[in-house]
């Protein structure tokens, strides 16, 4: 059988590949998986950005399998580390993550989408939240998605199952860019690299605060930032790489960053 995900790594950069013909749907051996994958790539030292896709240029993903759910797959059964797809609830994830959206894009394929921190789309790519008309919910987008769009396009979208097309999705901005047709996945290698020569602490810092900051008033995030309360964030504070920034600036060159 064909293996349901395909990984390359290169130069401290992962690549994902959903690869279930026809829609790229996720069942739960798959979301196990891709949890795994992503645990992985979480704890390697020597893995600093990860590119998530579809493989194919239809589907990116078609998200939960409802034939698999039909022939028995529970709905609320045990998709693995990190939640569905891997993705949603790992913990502690303090890399970055780039989702190429290489077609369409809908359900809990939207909701995987959600959870990378940047979204780059090929011009035919379309987004939906289908799950209404199926009379279930489309749990993480629901938390999600009205964090990150105007709410009123969020509960159009979750109550109504409308689709967007890809200058719509980045119109009201979570789409990042839209690639023009042939080149998304350099694109995407492109920007993980540019990311990859970055700070990775810096990287870890960054993705902490902004998770831990989304339920917290501003001052006391800004308190814990401080008091170094947050682990990322302490690291850094005491690391070589804070101290080769500085000099590097210093001396007109290029930051030689260790991660350290």
Known sequence: MQDPIRTRCDDGILEVVVDRPKANAIDLETSRKMGLIFRDFRDNPDLRVAIVTGAGEKF??????????????????DYGVGGFGGLQELRDLNKPV???VNGICCGGGLEIALSADLIIA??????????????????????????????????D?????????????????????????????????ELAR???SGPP??????????????????????????????????????????LEGARAFAEKRA????GK
Request: with cysteine; hydrophobic share 50%; proline share 4%.
């Open 157 to 189: 979208m979750l109550l109504t199952g409308r689709w967007l097309d890809v200058e719509e999705a980045h119109r009201w901005g979570f789409v990042n860019e839209i690639v023009v047709a042939g080149r998304l996945m350099d694109r995407a290698w």
């Open 194 to 196: 540019l990311l990859a």
């Open 255 to 258: 930051p030689i960053w260790k």
């Open 201 to 242: 602490l810096v990287y870890a810092a960054i993705k902490e605060i902004v998770r831990e900051a989304e339920g917290a008033t501003f001052q006391t995030a800004m308190n814990k930032i401080t008091k170094r309360q947050f682990a990322t964030v302490d690291i850094l504070y005491s690391s070589e790489d804070q």
């Open 122 to 155: 090929a011009p035919h790519a379309t987004f939906a939240l289908p799950e209404i008309r199926s009379g279930t919910v489309a749990d993480a987008a629901s938390i999600k998605l009205p964090k990150r769009i105007p709410y009123h396009i969020a509960m």
């Open 98 to 100: 780039i989702c190429a």
């Open 60 to 77: 990116f993903s078609a998200g939960w399998d409802l034939k698999a759910a039909a022939a028995g797959d529970a709905v609320d059964g």
